[in-house]
C-alpha cells in the first residue's frame, strides 16, 4: 500500500533521483519494521556451499554501494548482492543514463559501473556487518573503465571484498564499460578466472573451512560457440555458478517514448531471451554447472520456470522498480504454494525438472 501511494510520486523524478530517494525509504521502513520477515521451509536449499532461506535474490544494481544490504534481507529477499564495486571509485557515464519504460514494464540504463569504489563500501560492510544478517550477502566486483589492467582489478576485488562477502560475483557482462564483455572470451576468461581464483585461494567461507564461492555473471547476447567455451573454462576453473544473465543490447518491440536510448535493456522484454540462455547454458553443461536465472522475473511463475528450466537460485531488480520493496517475499510466497499445488516437500526437488 505504501508503495502504491509513492509510486506515481517517485515516477514523476528522473530515474536516478527515484533511485536515491527509494534507497532512504527503504531505510525509514526498515527502521519502522517490527522484525525482518522469515520464509517457509520450503523455500530453504544449500547451494555452494551456502544455506538461503529463499531463492529470490536481489541483483546488483540497486544497492551500488552497499547502503542497505540489511534492510533489503529484511524485507524478504534471500539474498541480495551489492555492487558493482570497482577498486577506485567513477562516476559512470553521463548523465542522463537511466530511463524507466513503464509500457514495457523495463529499465534502459547505462550507468558504466558509477559507485565510491571499494574502500568505501568497506566501511559501511563493517558497520553492518557487526550483527547477524537475515540471509546471503553476494558482492557483485567489476574492473575500472579506464584501468590499464582489468584482469588486475578483479584480482584486487576479490583481495579487498573477499572479507565481507559469502560469496563474489565476477561482472564481465555489462554492455555499459566498453571492451568488458571481451573478456568472455575463451582465451581472456581463463586468463581472468585464473587470476581471480588464484587470489580466491586466501580466503574461506565464513565460519567455514571452504573456499570462498565465485560466481560469474554472463551476457544474455552470446552465441553457442561463446555458451560451450565459458562452460569449458568454468568448469576447468572450478567457479562455483554462473548468473545468467545481465541487460541485453538487442532491442525487442517496446513501446515507452525512451525504446530508443542506449545502453542495457531488463525487466518484461527481458524474459524470454533470459530464459533461453538458462536453458542454454543448462544444456551445454550437461547440468553440471549451478545456475542463476536472471532477467524479465516478476512473478512467482516467473520464477519457478526459471528454477524448472534448471536455475537453483533467481535474482531480480527492474521488477522492484514496479512492485516496490516487498516483490521478494511476494514471490517467495507465491513460490510456496506453486510447489505446494505440484507436490514438492523442497525447491530443491523442482530445480530442472523442466530441463
Known amino acids: 500500500m505504501f508503495y502504491k501511494t509513492m509510486s506515481p510520486f517517485l515516477f514523476k523524478l528522473n530515474g536516478?533521483?527515484?533511485h536515491k530517494l527509494s534507497l532512504t525509504g527503504l531505510k525509514i521502513l526498515d527502521a519502522?519494521?517490527?522484525?525482518?520477515?522469515?520464509?517457509?521451509?520450503?523455500?530453504?536449499?544449500?547451494?555452494?556451499?551456502?544455506?538461503?532461506?529463499?531463492?529470490?535474490?536481489?541483483?546488483?544494481?540497486?544497492?551500488?554501494?552497499?547502503?542497505?544490504?540489511?534492510?533489503?534481507?529484511?524485507?524478504?529477499?534471500?539474498?541480495?548482492?551489492?555492487?558493482t564495486l570497482t577498486p577506485?571509485?567513477?562516476?559512470?557515464?553521463?548523465?542522463?543514463?537511466?530511463?524507466r519504460l513503464p509500457a514495457d514494464r523495463a529499465v534502459i540504463n547505462r550507468m558504466g559501473f558509477n559507485n565510491a569504489g571499494q574502500a568505501s563500501a568497506v566501511a559501511r560492510l563493517k558497520k553492518g556487518l557487526k550483527r547477524p544478517?537475515?540471509?546471503?550477502?553476494?558482492?557483485?566486483?567489476g574492473a575500472n573503465k579506464?584501468?590499464?589492467?582489468?584482469i588486475n582489478d578483479y584480482r584486487l576485488g576479490v583481495r579487498n571484498m573477499a572479507a565481507f562477502a559469502d560469496y563474489l560475483t565476477v561482472n564481465i557482462s555489462s554492455p555499459n564499460t566498453p571492451g568488458l564483455r571481451d573478456l568472455q572470451g575463451k582465451t581472456a576468461l581463463h586468463n581472468l578466472l585464473s587470476a581471480v581464483t588464484a587470489e580466491r585461494s586466501n580466503f574461506l567461507?565464513?565460519?567455514?573451512?571452504?573456499?570462498?564461492?565465485?560466481?560469474?555473471k554472463v551476457a544474455p547476447d552470446l552465441h553457442a560457440d561463446d555458451i560451450d567455451d565459458i562452460c569449458a573454462v568454468v568448469s576447468d576453473q572450478k567457479i562455483d555458478a554462473i548468473i545468467v544473465s545481465n541487460t541485453t543490447i538487442s532491442?525487442?518491440?517496446?513501446?515507452?517514448k525512451y525504446k530508443l536510448e542506449a545502453g542495457g535493456l531488463s525487466g518484461a522484454p527481458l524474459q524470454d531471451l533470459a530464459l533461453q540462455r538458462l536453458k542454454d547454458f543448462r544444456s551445454a553443461s550437461g547440468g553440471q554447472i549451478a545456475l542463476i536465472g536472471v532477467g524479465g522475473i516478476a512473478t512467482a511463475q516467473d520464477a519457478y520456470t526459471r528454477i524448472k528450466a534448471g536455475a537453483s537460485l533467481v535474482q531480480l531488480y527492474s521488477s522492484m522498480v514496479y512492485e516496490g520493496p516487498?516483490?521478494?517475499?511476494?514471490?517467495?510466497?507465491?513460490?510456496?504454494?506453486?510447489?505446494?499445488?505440484d507436490g514438492f516437500e523442497s525447491i530443491t526437488e523442482a530445480i530442472g525438472i523442466e530441463a
Open 16 to 18: 536516478e533521483n527515484a
Open 32 to 83: 519502522l519494521s517490527v522484525s525482518p520477515i522469515t520464509h517457509n521451509p520450503i523455500l530453504s536449499s544449500e547451494f555452494a556451499g551456502l544455506c538461503f532461506n529463499s531463492p529470490v535474490g536481489l541483483a546488483p544494481g540497486y544497492d551500488k554501494d552497499a547502503e542497505v544490504f540489511r534492510e533489503v534481507l529484511n524485507f524478504g529477499f534471500g539474498f541480495t548482492e551489492v555492487g
Open 88 to 99: 577506485l571509485a567513477q562516476d559512470g557515464n553521463p548523465k542522463p543514463r537511466l530511463f
Open 133 to 141: 544478517l537475515n540471509g546471503v550477502l553476494g558482492i557483485n566486483i
Open 146 to 150: 579506464d584501468s590499464d589492467d582489468r
Open 205 to 216: 567461507v565464513k565460519s567455514e573451512k571452504q573456499s570462498l564461492p565465485i560466481f560469474l
Open 251 to 256: 532491442r525487442p518491440t517496446l513501446h515507452s
Open 326 to 341: 516487498f516483490v521478494g517475499r511476494n514471490i517467495a510466497n507465491g513460490l510456496v504454494k506453486l510447489l505446494k499445488h
